[in-house]
């Protein structure tokens, strides 16, 4: 079966240092990863992918994401937290069944928090 | 920018009542989804469409419809509500080339049924 997992419900870290969010997929063929942000109340938003490529990834807000092909992980991570930082985050893995119609599979999603 | 705009952000509905949450995308998207999101589960989809008029069940359909009749709008209906269907529901849009697999969301309709 297809499918994502997200190990930690919760990250603390303390703002300036460095973050980690994990994240492992299991999924057929060529992983298509996504991370996603969600602050409170909000919906999610788009952060990074990975489709091919180099195995870093650089996203928005000073995010990025390394692929790992022999460990099936994509972890996200960012040098120097901020408490501006803390939010619920995704990832994602799509479906690969063939076809445009290849849905989008969620982790349970981990909330960071970034202390001052 | 891709905008998603869902109807309302917070709605209070009673038990039984037809409840109707509606999604409009600006960016020509074919394809468009409806997910719920619950604390410790993650983000469900209920229901997805990859054209207009058409619509597929996702993992979670029981209890819900959806409605495209015209390519921006995608319609969830809950026909008749119930209390577990109190959730935060996020609708999202994606093109349908290749090269285009990013979902862009919604800000979210925070539900709550009495």
């Known amino acids: 079966a297809q499918s994502v997992a997200q190990p930690e419900d919760q990250v603390n870290v303390a703002e300036g240092n460095p973050l980690t969010v994990k994240c492992t997929y299991s999924v057929s063929g060529n992983p298509y990863l996504f991370w996603y942000v969600q602050y409170p109340n909000r919906g999610l938003q788009f952060l990074l992918k990975?489709?091919?490529?180099?195995?870093l990834v650089k996203g928005s807000y000073g995010f990025e994401a390394e692929f790992n092909k022999s460990q099936t992980s994509f972890h996200l991570k960012k040098p120097s937290a901020l408490v501006s930082d803390s939010a619920l985050y995704f990832c994602?893995?799509?479906?690969?069944?063939?076809?445009?119609?290849?849905?989008?599979?969620f982790g349970t999603g981990t909330l960071l928090a970034v202390q001052p | 920018d891709v905008k998603v705009t869902q109807s309302s952000r917070y709605l209070v509905k009673r038990t039984g009542e037809k409840v109707f949450l509606e999604c409009v995308q600006d960016?020509?998207?074919?394809?468009m989804f409806w997910y719920r999101q619950d604390p410790g589960l993650g983000l469900r989809l209920i229901y997805f469409s990859y054209d207009v008029k058409m619509k597929e069940k996702g993992d979670i359909p029981e209890g819900y419809s959806v409605s495209r009749e015209k390519k921006e709008r995608f319609s969830l209906i809950l026909e008749s509500a119930s209390t577990n269907q109190t959730s935060m529901y996020l609708c999202a849009s994606r093109g349908g080339s290749e090269g285009q697999e990013t979902q862009y969301f919604g800000p979210g309709t925070r539900l709550l049924v009495l």
């Open positions: 960016m020509d998207h074919e394809n």
């Open positions: 994602a893995v799509r479906e690969n069944y063939g076809g445009a119609t290849n849905k989008l599979i």
């Open positions: 990975y489709i091919t490529g180099d195995n």
